[in-house]
């Protein structure tokens, strides 16, 4: 189970001169799935950024456990803390063992040496994310898909209790979607670890998340449940289209089918 | 759990690869430096220069081994370690093998600022190295801060300091210019690197930059790795990005700018040592301690090369000069067409 806390209060930040984020609250659900949706630029990286430290806000603050996350030591937020940047680069040449290895170094200070458990650790995510027998070849001959979930790994060895992720599953076919969805999953079903990450296909998002937060133009628009949140006029409000919500067959849960100008019935 | 002994395996198996490169450079380079007391001009054989080096009088070698060949093979290798681990810190902090203190001008301000003292100020000795030393850190501040937008991306900093190296290297020609015959032999040792004359007590300044600022960067050599991932993830790893950074630029000009009051800027050595040292040492870790030998083999043999091997004497700036140039050639070629890294 989760054992620690993360909420954002009154947050203001953006780059240079422009501010991205307007005085945004939420509140992350320990051990569950939160997914963020919105349009393209509204701010969803700058919000991931910001909690996990990597963006000093202006105004407001992150709490971590209720203390003030850019007060802390790096080193001790991503001992609980883990981020996936969007689209990440690994060195030239890199191996798949070396790459996950580097989630460990939370774990490390100058003079400690690579434990067992470490060893342990980078095997256990590995063996989650599938990708054992890729361990020795190296990162950038991997195809997309076994490329992401070796990030993923990266971001498993690291063994926080949150884990931010910021579009996981782009450039991925449905298929590897899927998969990498399920495995979030099953991380949070048996270690209790509460995900957060920022997804572009409302449908899926519906289908993973236990909570869904909708932004417009740096703001969040609506939160809560994904019925809740997944409605004609949401998505009116943070798309700009027209869409029916009926239950998807499957799951139970919401399914948006946009309407557009042609091809309709 | 096989796994576990999989993952332990491959990391072993890494660690010895890069111990076996560590160990072959560290013999190559002993090797080198007992080669270079030994043979020159003329031969002395190895019991005689032992007896040099520990001090008693040798006829016919005290002189030869003890006051020429032993300071040029000790500044030789001090100035290459410094050389090599500066530039491939640079290297590895920016993710760009082109992003190397003697390409973004930081060298070339020891060198503008030396000629400038020289030819106009008229000093030398000592506060003319001071000189240097401060003028690198100058320039790399400025680099930094022109560069600086929102955070430092390595692709402007290159450029910018790619101008900067260009600006530095016309106000030498104009200062050159305008300097009596006299001191231009003097100037030159700030243009081209060169372990002429050199004096063992030079050693020292090179040792405590090394044991201060090559310390630094060792011990900060896995948060240094880590901005290799980008710095998002390395953040998200917990490494200080904007401390690393700033201790990594202080310690890497400390150790370029001492290197270069001393020899000058031997030509590029901190440029070609991590490259090379990257390719041999693959994918096994940190490439900075094996970029710090084969500087130090770089200027060690290229001043042999200089003065024994070519038809007339060259100082080992020439030699790595002429050897560097061909590599950022196909550098920019390769970087223009694909992008890559280090
Ligand atoms: N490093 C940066 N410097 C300046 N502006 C940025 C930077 N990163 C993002 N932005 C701007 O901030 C806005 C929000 O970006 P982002 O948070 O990445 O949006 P999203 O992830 O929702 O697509 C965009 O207009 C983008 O151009
Ligand atoms: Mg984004």
């Known amino acids: ?265 | 759990m096989t796994a576990t002994l999989l993952i332990r395996t491959g990391r072993l198996r890494r660690a010895r690869r890069r111990m076996a490169v560590i160990g072959g450079a560290l013999i190559l380079l002993l090797a080198g430096f007992a080669l270079t007391l030994m043979q020159g001009q003329s031969f002395v054989p190895p019991g005689d220069v032992l007896r040099v080096l520990a001090g008693h009088d040798v006829p016919g070698a005290s002189f030869t081994v003890g006051q020429l060949r032993l300071p040029r093979a000790a500044l030789s290798v001090l100035a290459g370690l410094s050389f090599g681990l500066g530039g491939a810190a640079f290297q590895i902090m920016l993710r760009n093998p082109l992003a190397s203190p003697d390409i973004i001008g930081i060298s070339r301000g020891a060198s503008a600022a030396a000629v400038f003292g020289i030819v106009v100020l008229g000093i030398d000795g000592p506060m003319l190295s001071v000189l240097a030393v401060l003028a690198a850190l100058g320039v790399a501040v400025m680099i930094h801060g022109l560069s600086h937008r929102g955070g430092v991306s390595g692709t402007r900093l290159i450029l910018v300091g790619i101008g900067v190296s260009a600006m530095l290297e016309s106000f030498i020609a104009y200062t050159l210019s305008r300097a009596p015959s006299w001191d231009l032999i003097e100037a030159m040792r700030w243009l081209t690197g060169s372990v002429n004359g050199a004096q063992l007590s030079l050693a020292l300044p090179l040792l405590v930059s090394l044991a201060v600022f090559g310390g630094l960067l060792v011990s900060r050599a896995r948060d240094l790795e880590s901005l290799r991932l980008g710095d998002d993830t390395a953040a998200a790893l917990g490494t200080n990005v904007a401390r690393t950074r700033l201790l990594v630029i202080v310690a890497a000009v400390g150790l370029i700018a001492v290197a270069t009051a001393v020899t000058g800027p031997v030509a590029f050595v901190a440029f070609l040592a991590g490259p090379i040292a990257a390719r041999i040492l693959g994918p096994n870790g940190s490439v900075l301690i094996p970029a710090g030998l084969v500087g130090a083999l770089l200027v060690l043999a290229g001043d042999y090369v200089g003065q024994f091997l070519l038809p007339t004497r060259f100082p080992v700036g020439v030699v790595t000069g002429a050897l560097g140039a061909p590599y950022l050639i196909y550098l920019i070629v390769r970087v223009n067409r694909a992008g890559g890294s280090l």
């Not at chain 1, 910001?50 to 937020?77: F, Y």
């Not at chain 1, 991925?172 to 969805?181: A, F, G, N, R, Y």
Request: glycine share 8%; with cysteine.
């Open chain 1, 1 to 265: 189970m989760s054992r620690h806390s993360l909420s954002v209060h009154g947050l203001v930040a953006g780059y240079g001169d422009r501010t991205i984020l307007h005085g945004l609250d939420l509140d992350v659900l320990p051990g569950r799935i939160t997914a963020i949706v919105g349009a393209n630029a509204c701010g969803k990286s700058t919000l991931l950024r910001s909690m996990s430290r990597l963006l000093t806000p202006r105004a407001g603050q992150v709490l971590l456990d209720g203390k003030a996350i850019h007060k802390m030591p790096p080193r001790r937020v991503a001992q609980v803390m883990g981020l996936l940047p969007q689209s990440p680069t690994a060195p030239e040449g890199i191996t798949v063992a070396d790459l996950v290895s580097r989630g460990r170094h939370p774990h490390h200070g100058i003079l400690s040496r690579w434990s067992p458990a470490d060893d342990a650790a980078v095997a256990a995510a590995l063996e989650a994310t599938r990708t054992v027998e890729l361990a020795e070849r190296a990162v950038d001959e991997l195809s997309g898909g076994q490329r992401q979930r070796v990030w993923i790994a990266m971001a498993l060895a690291q063994q926080t209790d949150l884990l931010l992720l910021d579009e996981p599953t782009t450039f991925l076919d449905i298929s590897h979607q899927v998969e990498v969805l399920d495995l979030l999953t099953d991380l949070n079903h048996r270690r209790g670890t509460t995900v957060v990450m920022v997804l572009h296909d409302l449908n899926l998002a519906a289908r993973y998340a236990d909570h869904l937060v909708a932004m417009v133009g740096g703001r969040l628009h609506a939160q809560g449940t994904p019925e809740a949140v997944l409605t004609a006029e949401n998505v009116r409000a943070v798309f700009g289209l027209d869409s029916r919500i009926i239950p998807d067959p499957t799951s139970g849960r919401p399914m948006m089918l946009p309407i557009g100008r042609h091809r309709m019935a």
